[in-house]
């Protein structure tokens, strides 16, 4: 059998797209078995910061 694929998540200031993507992705067994890396940039301002908080709670949160 191959190695699973890895998986690059981009996740931003959505923390809903985020949780909604995760959980999904997280039902899929071959998801889990290889490397996973989710990357999120900083707010562009401070505007921003809030949004792009929830959304790395989430990842905290569910990402394994």
């Keep these: 059998?191959?190695?699973a694929a890895p998986?690059?998540?981009f996740v931003y200031?959505?923390?809903e797209h985020a949780r909604r993507?995760?959980?999904s992705l997280l039902q899929?067994?071959?998801a889990l078995q290889g490397p996973m890396r989710i990357f999120c940039d900083g707010p562009r301002g401070d505007h921003e910061a809030d949004?792009?908080?929830r959304a790395r709670a989430?990842?905290?949160e569910?990402?394994?």
């Design 1 to 3: 059998m191959k190695p």
């Design 28 to 30: 899929n067994p071959l």
């Design 13 to 15: 200031k959505r923390a």
């Design 21 to 23: 993507m995760l959980r």
């Design 51 to 53: 949004a792009v908080a």
């Design 7 to 9: 998986i690059a998540i």
């Design 62 to 64: 569910l990402a394994p």
């Design 58 to 60: 989430v990842v905290r």
